[in-house]
T-cell receptor, first 113, second 112 residues
Framework: ELKVEQNPLFLSMQEGKNYTIYCNYS?????LYWYRQDPGKSLESLFVLLSNGAVKQEGRLMASLDTKARLSTLHITAAVHDLSATYFC?????????????FGKGTKLSVIP | DSGVTQTPKHLITATGQRVTLRCSPR?????VYWYQQSLDQGLQFLIQYYNGEERAKGNILERFSAQQFPDLHSELNLSSLELGDSALYFCASSSGRAWEQFFGPGTRLTVL
């Protein structure tokens, strides 16, 4: 059974600081996604990481994937209040045309002015 | 706006009742997924359809069923509802090599 673990689950940080969210998963997968969710809202796709060593950046967020270590990181640079949200990583469990996602529990990020 | 639509946005019903949630995928997407999000279980995959055929089943209860119609919209039927079924139900759709899943706005189900 595929397990996805995120840490930390809660993160309170000051504006301007840097931090990293970690996502470990238990079985081989070559596809990992990061999503953002604001309270009561849907999931917004942030990054799609398709291969070992993949690195993607968008604004103050950078995501990377190490398939050998079964680890992805989401790095936040110089945090701003607008980044406050819950961030989920999700790993694909694929086979015979199925592509179900297994999600981590999410990291609730609060950026304090 | 992801292009995935879901109706209704909110649903309040009583235990023992049956409800139907509806999802329309993005234009051109053949795959539809259903997920349940609750405080205690987090985000859980329920079921996937591809072009009308069931492709994968996750932690979906026997009281729940789904189908995808020829026009590719999908419905999730929840019956004999229990208090614990109260949750946000998301539909997602995907296509293409990356199989990136785009989520709809969700239906918030409250069972009283």
């Amino acid at each position: 059974e595929l397990k996805v673990e995120q840490n930390p689950l809660f993160l309170s940080m000051q504006e301007g600081k840097n931090y990293t969210i970690y996502c470990n998963y238990s079985t081989t997968s070559d596809r990992l996604y990061w999503y953002r969710q604001d309270p009561g809202k849907s999931l917004e796709s942030l990054f799609v990481l398709l291969s070992n060593g993949a690195v993607k950046q968008e604004g103050r967020l950078m995501a990377s994937l190490d398939t050998k270590a079964r680890l992805s990181t989401l790095h936040i640079t110089a945090a701003v209040h607008d980044l406050s949200a819950t961030y989920f990583c999700a790993v694909v469990h694929s086979g015979a045309g199925s592509y179900q996602l297994t999600f981590g529990k999410g990291t609730k990020l609060s950026v304090i002015p | 706006d992801s292009g995935v639509t879901q109706t209704p946005k909110h649903l309040i019903t009583a235990t023992g009742q049956r409800v139907t949630l509806r999802c329309s995928p993005r234009s051109g997407d053949l795959s539809v997924y259903w997920y349940q999000q609750s405080l205690d279980q987090g985000l859980q995959f329920l079921i996937q359809y591809y072009n009308g055929e069931e492709r994968a089943k996750g932690n979906i209860l026997e009281r729940f069923s789904a189908q995808q119609f020829p026009d590719l919209h999908s419905e999730l039927n929840l019956s004999s509802l229990e208090l614990g079924d109260s949750a946000l139900y998301f539909c997602a759709s995907s296509s293409g090599r990356a199989w990136e899943q785009f989520f709809g706005p969700g239906t918030r189900l409250t069972v009283l």
